[in-house]
């Protein structure tokens, strides 16, 4: 009897431990996917009736003045292809500010220095800030790209995009990128085509990011858009994304006609 028992009090602490464990591993799981959804989204965006729109001074001031705002950020955002060679895949182009981008979402963080390649990238997100800070920067910057002195924009990749792009080794910074808007105006009309220059690239963790996204100046964006000046709107960050009272006071705030999703 005594050695059943012992039997039975054995599988129940094994049964617990394993449960334990596994609740620990599920809850870590969860927290970390969380954390780079998060990281890459912001918990509010502000949109307009209108669809795009001029940056609004005067609306900055107003939402950076609501209790519980930490950060705020202009963005535009396209749905495009990018083409390197024969490889052809469809993205999403965001427009982005490298002064406030990082107040709002972790995309400096994600930032791939040249020293990390491979499954480096990614590992050491919160060192060596000034240096991924600095390669966001080279979005506003234009690059010569040959002999004949012409001019390009810069754009950040994501990992796995520049991976599937250059299938046999993988797509560098220095190297470039043809980014074509499907917007076709009139009859008769062509996809306008752009050339950007890598300048770097980044890894969120999350595939779906790394496969979709990739980041070029609001004026870059503009320009390839033909939206010259506007933007989609502005993403902002609060202290608690869980706080739905910071939500309906920036609702309560902006008015007709912006709308705030979150």
């Known amino acids: ?37 998060i990281g890459m989204n912001a918990h509010a965006v502000i949109l307009s009736h209108l669809t795009t729109f001029d940056p609004d001074p005067a609306l900055e001031k107003t939402i950076k003045a609501i209790p519980g705002i930490t950060g705020l950020t202009p963005f535009t955002y396209n749905e495009l292809l990018v083409q390197r060679d024969n490889q052809v895949t469809g993205v999403v182009l965001k427009g982005a500010d490298p002064a406030t981008v990082g107040d709002v979402t ?26 991924r800070r600095d390669i966001v920067d080279k979005i506003e910057n234009e690059y010569e790209i ?3 002195g012409k001019k390009v924009p810069g754009i950040l990749l994501g990992r796995e995009l520049a991976d599937g792009i250059v299938v046999s080794r993988g ?11 499907p917007n076709v105006t009139g009859p008769g009309g062509f996809p306008k085509v752009r050339t950007f220059y890598v300048v ?3 890894r969120t963790g999350m595939w779906e990011y790394d496969q979709k996204f990739c980041f070029v100046s609001i ?19 609060t202290s608690d994304m869980y706080d739905d ?14 709308v705030v999703k979150s």
């Open 200 to 202: 770097g690239l980044f």
């Open 245 to 258: 009272s910071i939500i309906t006071a920036l609702r309560k705030s902006v008015g007709y006609p912006y």
């Open 219 to 237: 004026g870059a964006a503009q320009r390839l858009s033909g939206d010259d000046g506007k933007i989609a709107g502005y993403e902002i960050k």
């Open 171 to 181: 797509l560098v910074p220095g190297e470039t990128v043809q980014l074509v808007s």
């Open 146 to 148: 040959n002999e004949t």
């Open 1 to 37: 009897v005594s050695f059943i028992s012992a039997m039975t009090v054995m599988g129940v602490i094994l049964g617990v431990a394993a449960l334990n464990v596994t609740l620990s591993v599920m809850s870590g799981f969860e927290e970390d996917l969380k954390t780079k959804i």
């Open 106 to 131: 972790d995309l400096i963080r994600d930032v791939c220095l040249d020293d990390e390649p491979g499954e480096e990238c990614g590992k050491h997100r919160d060192e060596r800030m000034k240096e």
